[in-house]
């Protein structure tokens, strides 16, 4: 692809960037601009945004150290991201030397205000694409990856060689994870249960049995919380803040009568549309956690809105576009909606509590928490049989928490942590 035809992909590139970096909004929404490419360009769009941002540490320490001073964001325009969007093409996706500045150039001379650093920018690619990937090797890549607020985080919960594994998991493009209707997928492996690894990333939509509802795609740790409750065929199961869905897909699948509640309409219609395509069914209930007034049931699921850390490997701007305070807020919010979680449980039943965070505060520190004030809630320990013999996905505690790092010669997994509390009868 010559830099000429590449222009609206690196534009496209160039306006998610800015987004992301700029006013903190996430990859998913900011990649709305891409919908008037077509297919190539889209996709080519969002490779160079989202290995900008999977590397994002490393590029902009690369720049600033062949770079006296950067000029300020005020004056420069995009100088910034076009910057990183040419290194990172140069350095991590194989673009010709030629085709990545040239584009880079074309940009800079279509921003008011970048083009005065033309020059710049073309004279810093030009001695990245000379001196980039030396200097990429002398780098320290999961340390520059990986913010402050996160880092010291994460030596103190889990030590530094599990942090440092933490990290280099995130600089790698995550594979698809798929649970299966009781059949085997065409170019995939098997991790545990009905959970499939696609060897190679393609378009969902395109994929074999798609179309007839054989198979949803689920991340393998998201899929471990539901299998926490047992055998729920025939029982009532409320799953609170359900979207998108994977987990009230699976216990319909598993032959519960599921009641399902999420707050926001547009995921609860996604949800839906899964569950059609699959041909399972659950009640639908477009309603706020804490306004629900249902009669107590033997299983309760909460899936809980939270800070999200242990999905960076598929969302590599998160470590960038959130900080400390948003984990104060999630733990404040998910505290709220685990005791009205509680209060839907009923006597002798088993409440599982899930979220998709690294960070102590938002999983044990909050069950710890909940259990203090909640006398007649226990925890009731996970064993290896529970998730299929998987004994390291079992903390000291008795929960689950699976680490990015896990099934790191597979290609990772999400970091997850549940715990499951049993009502008093």
């Known amino acids: 692809?010559?830099?000429?035809?590449?222009?609206?992909?690196?534009?496209?590139?160039?306006?998610i960037l800015s987004q992301v970096l700029r006013k903190r909004r996430p990859l998913e929404s900011a990649l709305d601009v891409c919908h008037s490419l077509d297919t190539r360009d889209a996709g080519?769009?969002?490779?160079?945004?989202?290995?900008?941002?999977?590397?994002?540490?490393?590029?902009?320490?690369?720049?600033?150290?062949?770079?006296?001073?950067?000029?300020?964001?005020?004056?420069?325009?995009?100088?910034?991201?076009?910057?990183?969007?040419?290194?990172?093409?140069?350095?991590?996706?194989?673009?010709s030397p030629?085709?990545?500045?040239?584009?880079?150039?074309?940009?800079?001379?279509?921003?008011?205000?970048?083009?005065?650093?033309?020059p710049l920018i073309n004279a810093v690619l030009r001695r990245v694409s000379r001196e980039g990937k030396q200097a990429l090797a002398k780098q320290d890549?999961?340390?520059?990856?990986?913010?402050?607020w996160l880092w010291t985080r994460w030596l103190t919960a889990y030590g530094e060689e599990i942090a440092r594994a933490i990290a280099a998991t995130h600089l790698k493009q995550?594979?698809?994870?798929?649970?299966?209707?009781?059949?085997?997928?065409?170019?995939?492996?098997?991790?545990?249960?009905?959970?499939?690894?696609?060897?190679?990333?393609?378009?969902?939509?395109?994929?074999p049995g798609f179309a007839e509802g054989r198979f949803w795609v689920q991340d393998a740790a998201a899929t471990l919380p539901a299998h926490l409750l047992g055998d729920v065929n025939g029982s009532r199961?409320?799953?609170?803040?359900?979207?998108?869905?994977?987990?009230?897909?699976?216990?319909?699948?598993?032959?519960?009568?599921?009641?399902?509640?999420?707050?926001?309409?547009?995921?609860?219609?996604?949800l839906?549309?899964?569950l059609d395509r699959l041909r399972l069914n659950a009640t639908l209930l477009n309603e706020d956690v804490r306004d629900v007034r249902l009669e107590a049931a033997p299983f309760v699921l909460l899936d809980a809105p939270c800070s999200a850390t242990g999905t960076i490997r598929r969302h590599p701007e998160l470590p960038w576009i959130k900080d400390a305070s948003d984990v104060t807020l999630c733990q404040a919010s998910s505290g709220e909606l685990l005791e009205c979680a509680a209060g839907l449980v009923a006597a002798g039943g088993l409440l599982v509590?899930?979220?998709?965070?690294?960070?102590?505060?938002?999983?044990?520190?909050?069950?710890?928490?909940?259990?203090?004030?909640?006398?007649?809630?226990?925890?009731?320990?996970?064993?290896?049989?529970?998730?299929?013999?998987?004994?390291?996905?079992?903390?000291?505690?008795?929960?689950?928490?699976?680490?990015?790092?896990?099934?790191?010669?597979?290609?990772?997994?999400?970091?997850?942590?549940?715990?499951?509390?049993?009502?008093?009868?």
């Open 1 to 15: 692809m010559s830099a000429a035809q590449g222009l609206p992909a690196r534009q496209a590139a160039q306006e």
């Open 44 to 95: 080519f769009a969002r490779a160079i945004a989202s290995e900008t941002l999977r590397h994002f540490g490393q590029l902009d320490a690369l720049i600033r150290g062949f770079v006296d001073k950067l000029p300020a964001p005020h004056r420069s325009g995009a100088t910034l991201e076009i910057l990183l969007a040419g290194s990172c093409e140069l350095l991590f996706m194989n673009v």
């Open 98 to 118: 030629h085709a990545a500045v040239d584009g880079a150039n074309r940009l800079a001379q279509d921003d008011g205000k970048a083009v005065h650093f033309k």
């Open 141 to 148: 890549a999961p340390r520059l990856n990986t913010p402050d």
């Open 174 to 207: 995550p594979p698809l994870d798929a649970v299966s209707r009781d059949v085997e997928l065409p170019n995939a492996s098997k991790l545990f249960g009905n959970v499939w690894r696609f060897e190679d990333r393609q378009r969902v939509d395109e994929l």
């Open 237 to 270: 199961v409320i799953d609170l803040c359900a979207a998108p869905g994977g987990k009230t897909a699976q216990l319909a699948a598993a032959g519960a009568q599921v009641i399902a509640i999420e707050r926001k309409a547009p995921r609860l219609a996604r």
């Open 272 to 274: 839906k549309e899964n």
């Open 353 to 425: 509590f899930a979220v998709c965070s690294l960070e102590l505060e938002e999983g044990p520190e909050q069950i710890a928490s909940f259990l203090g004030r909640n006398p007649d809630f226990e925890r009731v320990a996970i064993m290896p049989g529970d998730i299929f013999g998987r004994s390291e996905f079992i903390d000291a505690n008795g929960d689950l928490r699976t680490l990015p790092c896990h099934l790191a010669a597979q290609g990772g997994m999400d970091g997850f942590y549940a715990a499951r509390l049993r009502r008093g009868s």
